[in-house]
Every structure is written in structure tokens, then in C-alpha cells.
């Protein structure tokens, strides 16, 4: 049930209050005991264990005589020492005598720490009488969950509880629902009060405080010790072990302080940068000014919501305590464990979400164990200093969305049933779907599709009938959506051959040196990084591609064409930056070697090329390029507007790529990927008949300049004949023998189309002599 429920069982494991359970150890009594014939400090004796044979086992306890009942562990029994290591009874010889079995002391059966001789037991004890039967052994079954990480009400025992709960109810299982009861709390007498002050209610929105005096600081009782030790932590004292049970079974973290040394008023607060601080392992830490702490006055008691201070816990000489119970913002406990590398079982749920309700409730449980386990009064009013609580959430479901995303429809009456079980108000019910407020313990539920996940894992997903059908439901987005362009432009790339990568945000702030357009911005370090090779936030994709390139080329890759859509980070005097890059990456020829191609176009051209198909497909007109003097590049070309670099590409300079271990030239494309996902799709489709009548084609052979390109002879032909030119094409380029050295000769091509009447020569040469005049007149073109 609990697998099904999202509860991941991984594994259970047996617990026993005494190690191994005594099982192999029975009573015996001593039938006779004689000095060992070979030492002076053992002894021989015989005992009887319920066998029809006594058992002969030596012993070197001082006080071991006949007559005796006593504990005896049986050749095959598990022992287990003081370090918790285990030991076999085996059949033995000691000094010439045989023993099968050892007579034990409390401390060889994990019942106590004497090890001054054996045990003596209850003269009434039947031989054989198995020791679990004598001494009390707790055994219980551990489960192992493997919990999510937004399942932060899952956290104790109460929450997997209301998760078993929604499953029983639903399955028409009978369950009582108990709950520890706090109607008898009450106020001894008020005679203690002390003064709580929270002057960051952000980081702190709730806290609460209670006095308790003249307790006495003891061991636990067993079934508490127990308790604690089955969940894999060691008791300490009552008070200690109080606030651990509490926080495994309600999910909510409390701290005691040893109120007498508490001073001052309870300040919860933010201390100066670098305010030195000793917390319980004894470790001297510095403190950071977003560092929330407990205070005594302003002297620093606790690390709020992560770990205790050495001075201020309770020892065996508290005799007064001081409780807490909070509610502290998830974000500041999880960046203060971070910094300080702390990881406890109260800052795991704090930076995870508890409960903002349950905060007085567990202070109450609390209290009242204290009063049980550790004597004393409670000598205070519950103080409590809250900003007022959040309203519930508010959540609409759909039943056409939940129908069509679970693949069948569930009962009306059975979804009733399962949002009740989990404690999810239905604020109304009409034929559109159904509203929500959602308890504010389920931190993880803000959105309709989390609902349904709810409703899913309660009603089973194997209760999900299969059909024959297959279906696959699409995610929806608006037509213009960034994900939706995204998805399209990666469609384009991929149907030109490139592949996909997909690489670490996180990189070394070595890499930044490399590119001298970059060693002006300070960088996006992490202030607790994993390692000096990944402590920055990238502020290029060009370098993770080279790793990329680098890793594929040293495993034989002789070609490659991959692309990257990520985001880049920059900081610098204006603050934080962060935008969205298309990076493209070639190397080795565009396409294949193929016998019926022995020559494609030239790497640079390609992807050019690329670029320009892609700004295309976009409906983006931007067809002008210039040279690139990028600092990266030994030679490139870009594709600028007014205001706007869109693109550029180049070859990355040589000692760029060696520092990858690349020999092999690395053609780079890096495109704004946020302007063309605001600018991708805007033109208006507009549709044409196709034309019922022929195209005519002219050729000029134009000798131009050098510095001429024929980007600027097509751009003057569309000029010049705006109405009837459909097509300018390149057909040959020359330079050489019989033209002049700043000359050089283009073979273009002009189609001609009229969309109502065929058209005539004359209408063509028409044209054509007005564009050789144009040629001649802009750009000193003759024809050849």
C-alpha cells in the first residue's frame, strides 16, 4: 500500500530492543562447578538446560556456583559486544576441557554494562525457559521509505499515516485515527514568563516558547529509548529525546535550552557578518549576516532551524528548559545549512516545508512528555509571536483536464472520497470541475496537475484500465509560446543533420579568461561549489561545446554537427543577468563521404548556410552580413539590425581549441535564441494561386569589381524590378586570365513570371536593359 501510494518501500529490517533478541539463550541451572583441572582462574561446570543431557561449560566468572539460575547461550547463538560486532557460541575446547555454551554476564547479552560475573537469575526459573520470555524485548519492523523530495508532509509518522488513512478509506478498510491527545495541557503556574522578540519576520514567521521548570535531567525510559533507537538515532536524556520523538512522529523540529542561561530576553535574529559562534560539535564557525539566529539578548544561543550552540543545550545539570517550537522560511534554513555545511534532521524538513499549523500542537505533546518523563511544572503561558497565517490555497481541477490526463474518468463519488481523505476542502462542485483549498502542510500541491497526481496515487495507478488504443497526450502551448519555438528550431536543426547536447550549467571561471569580451564581467560563482572546476555559472556556451567537441573527437568522431539551446549568466555593474543562446558547433566536412559525391560545399559555407535557412524558417528577414571581429574568432562573419547582433559565426581561433586538446578546425555559430523566440512567426502567411503561366529566364555575365558581391547586385535587381522578378541566381563566379587583378566575373541568372498574361521577349529584354543600366550606373558592371 504504501509502494502504491508514492511511498517507495525500499527494504524493511527487523529491530529488537536487545541485540539478536536473546534467541539461543535459555535459563540453566548450575548442577555443579569445580576448580579447572589446567587454570586457576576457570572453572568447570555442568547445567542443566531442559536437555536430557547436561551441558559441561567452562567458566571464568568469580561468582559462579552450583545451585545457580542462570543465563546460558547455546552452541549456534549470536552474540553481539558493546561496539554492536558479532559473535558465534561454537562447541570449544579451553585448556583440555570441553564447553558447549557460555554462561553469561548482563553486559555479553547487551542487558546492562556490568561484567563483574554471570548473571544470577530468579531461583524459581525453569531450565530451558527462553530469556526472551524473561526480560522484556521490544522488537518492531522498520520500513525503509525512499521519499521524494516534495513530500515534505511525509516526513514522520503522522503524515505516512493520513497517506494509509486516504488508501484505507478509499478501499472501505476500517481504521480508528488516533492522535496524541493534548486536552490536558495546562499552565502550572505563571510565575517564569519570558519575553520572545522576532525582528526578521520574514525568515521567521512563527515562533512559540514555552518554560518548564525543576525537571530532572534521566535516561529515557525503554520504551522511548526504543522508540529512538529502532528509527537508527542514540537516546540522549529525557528532554533530548522528547523533542527527537516528537519531531520523527508530528514532523515538527523543537529545541530545548537550558533556561538558566538564558539571561536576557529571546531574540530571534540576524547577527553582524563574521559574529563568532560555537555550535555542538564543538566547532567555532563564523557567522554570515543572513544567518538567522536564536538569541540571548544578542548573544547567539542557536543556529535557527540547523544546529544547537555547545553552551546553551541542556546537560545533566539543567533544571530549567526552555522550549521552541517555529516556523522558519524553507529558503533561508536551506541557504544557512548550505553555507555552514550542515545537514540535521531539523534543517532537512525546515528547508523541505513542515506544517505552519502544527507548531503549537507539538509544543503541547512536547510539554506534556516533559511533565511525564522529567518531572517539573510548567511555569509559562504558550508565548507565541506569529504573523498572521496565509490563507489556504485555492485550486480549481477541471474534469475534462483530470479525464483526459488520468485516460478514463473516474466516479464522481470515489474522487469525493479520496479528497476528503486527504484533507483537501472542496469549496464547490459544479459541471466544469471542482475547488480546492488546499491543507497547507502539502507544500508540493500549487497547481491542478498536482491535484491529479494526488487523486492518481490514492485511486492506484494499476486501477488504470489498458486499452488497445494507444494514446499519447500532447502538452498544449500557445502558439508562440518559447517552448513551443524552442521545440520548433530544434525540429529545423535536427532535420539538417545536427545533433543535440545538452551540457552542465556549472563551469570553471578559468574558461572565462579565454575570451577577452568576457574578463570584464565578475562572474556567477557559487558560494558553495562542488569543486573549482565547476564554481561558476557559464557566461558562454561556446567552451562546453569544445568539451563536447573534445570528448567526441578523442572516440574516433571524424565529423560533427551538434547544436545547444541554454542560458548564459553575466554580472556586472548593472547586476544579474541571464539570457537563452543557440549555440552551433561543426567540424570535418558538412556531409558524409559518398562515391557519388566527392565534393560538398566548403564547411564555412555551410554554415552560413545554416544560419540564413534558419532566420528563414523563422519568417525573420535579415539577410545582410558583415565581418565579425569577435575576439574568439580568427575569421567571421555576423548578422546585426540596427540594435541587435542576431548571430555570428566563425572559426575559433587555434590556441582556444588547444586548450580543449582540438587540432581540428572548430566552425562556431552562436545565435540569440531570446530574440528569435520574441521575433520567430510574426509575419502573416499569406497564400497564392499557383501561377498558370510560364517563367522566362535571362543570364548576364557581368564583369564588376572585386569588392562587388552579388548579395549587392541581387538586392539592386529586386530593386529595379520589383513586380515581375521572382529569382536572382549565381551561377558562376570567375577570377583570373583575361580579366584585370581587381576584377571578376559573375554568371547570374534572372526568372521573370507575369501571374495574368504570358510574357512576351520584348517585355524581357525590356526589363533586361534596364537592369544592365542600373548594374552600370551603381555599380560600373559591364557585361562580358
Not at 136 to 150: C, K, M, R
Not at 573 to 592: T, W
Not at 736 to 756: C, I, R, T
Not at 761 to 772: N, T
Request: a negative charge.
Amino acid at each position: 500500500m504504501l509502494t502504491d501510494l508514492g511511498l517507495e518501500v525500499e527494504g524493511t529490517s527487523h529491530f529488537s530492543s536487545i541485540p539478536g533478541g536473546l534467541s539461543g539463550v535459555v535459563v540453566g541451572e548450575v548442577l555443579s562447578c569445580s576448580p579447572h583441572p589446567n587454570a586457576d582462574r576457570l572453572k568447570v561446570t555442568t547445567v542443566d538446560i531442559g536437555t536430557d543431557e547436561p551441558l559441561p561449560i567452562v567458566c571464568g566468572a568469580p561468582n559462579v556456583a552450583a545451585g545457580q539460575k542462570v543465563p546460558v547461550a547455546t552452541v549456534g547463538t549470536t552474540l553481539y559486544d558493546s561496539q554492536g560486532d558479532s559473535f558465534v557460541i561454537k562447541k570449544s575446547k579451553i585448556r583440555g576441557e570441553v564447553s558447549q555454551g557460555m554462561i553469561c554476564a548482563e553486559d555479553e547479552l547487551s542487558l546492562g554494562t556490568s561484567h563483574d560475573g554471570i548473571m544470577v537469575l530468579d531461583a524459581a526459573l525453569q531450565p530451558g525457559t527462553p530469556c526472551s520470555t524473561v526480560f522484556s524485548v521490544e522488537t518492531d519492523t522498520v520500513f525503509e521509505i525512499g521519499l521524494t523530495p516534495n513530500r515534505a508532509d511525509a516526513m514522520s509518522h503522522l503524515g505516512v499515516a493520513r497517506d494509509l488513512r486516504a488508501a484505507c478509506v478509499l478501499h472501505d478498510i476500517k481504521t480508528e485515527w488516533n492522535t496524541p491527545e493534548i486536552s490536558s495541557f495546562s499552565i502550572d503556574q505563571n510565575t517564569h514568563p519570558i519575553t520572545i522578540e522576532v525582528k526578521d519576520t520574514d525568515k521567521c514567521p512563527s515562533y512559540l516558547g514555552l518554560m518548564i521548570r525543576n525537571v530532572t535531567i534521566a535516561p529515557s525510559p525503554a520504551w522511548l529509548q526504543n522508540r529512538l533507537k529502532a528509527l537508527g538515532l542514540t537516546p540522549k536524556n529525557n528532554v533530548v529525546d522528547i523533542t527527537n520523538y516528537v519531531l520523527h512522529d508530528l514532523g515538527q523540529p523543537l529545541h530545548a535550552f537550558d533556561a538558566g542561561k538564558i539571561q536576557d530576553k529571546v531574540v530571534v535574529q540576524c547577527l553582524p557578518q563574521d559574529t563568532p559562534f560555537v555550535t555542538l560539535d564543538g566547532e567555532n564557525r563564523k557567522l554570515n549576516a543572513e544567518d538567522l539566529m536564536i538569541c540571548d539578548g544578542d548573544t547567539p544561543l542557536c543556529i535557527a532551524g540547523v544546529f544547537g550552540g555547545l553552551h546553551s543545550g541542556v546537560t545533566d545539570n539543567t533544571q530549567h528548559i526552555f522550549l521552541e517550537s517555529a516556523y522558519f522560511n524553507p529558503v533561508s534554513i536551506r541557504k544557512t545549512a548550505k553555507r555552514h555545511g550542515l545537514n540535521t534532521d531539523a534543517s532537512f524538513r525546515f528547508e523541505r516545508g513542515i506544517d505552519p499549523n502544527i507548531t503549537a500542537y507539538a509544543l503541547k505533546r512536547a510539554g506534556l512528555l516533559i511533565k511525564e518523563l522529567a518531572g517539573g511544572s510548567i511555569s509559562s503561558e504558550l508565548i507565541e509571536v506569529s504573523e498572521p497565517a496565509p490563507e489556504p490555497l485555492k485550486v480549481f481541477v477541471n474534469f475534462d483536464q483530470l479525464n483526459s490526463t488520468v485516460g478514463q474518468e473516474i466516479p464522481k463519488e470515489k474522487l469525493t472520497i479520496i479528497l476528503n481523505a486527504l484533507e483537501m476542502t472542496l469549496d464547490s462542485v459544479s459541471e466544469a470541475g471542482i475547488g480546492l483549498s488546499i491543507p497547507p502542510y502539502r507544500v508540493d500541491v500549487t497547481r491542478p496537475s498536482d491535484v491529479i497526481e494526488e487523486i492518481l496515487r490514492v485511486y492506484g495507478y494499476n486501477n488504470i484500465t489498458a486499452t488497445p488504443a494507444l494514446q499519447m497526450p500532447f502538452p498544449q502551448h500557445e502558439e508562440r509560446s518559447p517552448h513551443r519555438i524552442g521545440e520548433e528550431i530544434a525540429k529545423i536543426l535536427v532535420g539538417f543533420g545536427y545533433q543535440e547536447i545538452m551540457n552542465n550549467s556549472l563551469t570553471s571561471p578559468a574558461y572565462q579568461q579565454l575570451d577577452s569580451s568576457l574578463k570584464e564581467l565578475q562572474g556567477v560563482h557559487l558560494i558553495n561549489p562542488l569543486g573549482q572546476e565547476l564554481s561558476q555559472l557559464r557566461s558562454s556556451l561556446l567552451f562546453s561545446c569544445l568539451e563536447s567537441v573534445g570528448f567526441n573527437l578523442n572516440r574516433q568522431a571524424k565529423t560533427l554537427k551538434l547544436f545547444e539551446m541554454g542560458k548564459v549568466y553575466r554580472h556586472d555593474n548593472q547586476g544579474y543577468k541571464e539570457s537563452k543562446i543557440l549555440s552551433l558547433v561543426l567540424v570535418g566536412k558538412p556531409y558524409a563521404e559518398n562515391w557519388n559525391s566527392q565534393s560538398g560545399p566548403s564547411t564555412f559555407s555551410y554554415a552560413k548556410g545554416t544560419v540564413e535557412s534558419l532566420l528563414l524558417r523563422l519568417g525573420i528577414s535579415i539577410s545582410d552580413c558583415n565581418t565579425s571581429d569577435h575576439p574568439t574568432f580568427s575569421e567571421g562573419i555576423c548578422w546585426t539590425t540596427s540594435d541587435n547582433e542576431w548571430a555570428r559565426l566563425g572559426i575559433i581561433k587555434k590556441e582556444i581549441c588547444e586548450a580543449f586538446s582540438i587540432e581540428k578546425s572548430v566552425y562556431y555559430i552562436e545565435m540569440n535564441l531570446d530574440l528569435l523566440i520574441d521575433q520567430a512567426n510574426r509575419k502573416t502567411v499569406s497564400l497564392e494561386d499557383i501561377p498558370k503561366y510560364p517563367s522566362m529566364r535571362r543570364d548576364f555575365a557581368l564583369l564588376v569589381d572585386k569588392e562587388v558581391s552579388f548579395k549587392t547586385i541581387e538586392n539592386l535587381a529586386y530593386k529595379t524590378e520589383r513586380k515581375l522578378l521572382r529569382k536572382v541566381g549565381l551561377f558562376d563566379v570567375y577570377e583570373g586570365k583575361n580579366l584585370a587583378a581587381n576584377q571578376k566575373s559573375y554568371g547570374v541568372s534572372f526568372e521573370f513570371q507575369d501571374a495574368k498574361r504570358t510574357m512576351t521577349d520584348k517585355q524581357v529584354d525590356k526589363i533586361m536593359k534596364k537592369l544592365e543600366q542600373q548594374f552600370a550606373q551603381e555599380l560600373q558592371a559591364t557585361l562580358r
